[in-house]
């Protein structure tokens, strides 16, 4: 399996992005998705997860009502709507891929993608 996070960049508080995750190599719908951050000196967390279908999701309380995960199985690609940024929002997004049910913790997740950079400036 490989995983391509794309589609970070630098903004200011109060604007979006909408990073995208491609999926390769294995049977796209058998994979729950999730993405994770990172900023500098903490730990790796989670942000949001959906499920095979797409019909349920799973948010951490830091970005409910902000953020959007939904993915695209035509596509193999899962993206992540960020609105209403904020400069605590900055870190490193990555995507991850566990097998059959969504998980919310790293540890449970089989395969990884690269990240990409999220820049919110005040």
């Known amino acids: 399996v490989q995983l391509q996070a794309s589609g970070g960049g630098l903004v200011q508080a109060g604007e979006s992005l909408r990073p995208s995750c491609a999926f390769s190599?294995?049977?796209?719908?058998?994979?729950?998705i999730g993405w994770f951050r990172q900023a500098p000196g903490n730990e790796r967390e989670s942000v949001a997860a959906i499920n095979r279908s797409g019909g349920y999701t799973y948010y951490a309380d830091s970005v409910k009502g902000r953020f959007a995960i939904s993915r695209d199985n035509a596509k193999n690609t899962v993206y992540l709507q960020m609105n209403s940024l904020k400069p605590e929002d900055t870190a490193v997004y990555y995507c991850a891929a566990a097998y059959l049910d969504i998980r919310i913790k790293a540890v449970d997740y089989d395969y990884w993608g690269q990240g990409t950079l999220v820049t919110v400036s005040s």
């Open positions: 190599g294995r049977t796209f719908n058998n994979y729950a």
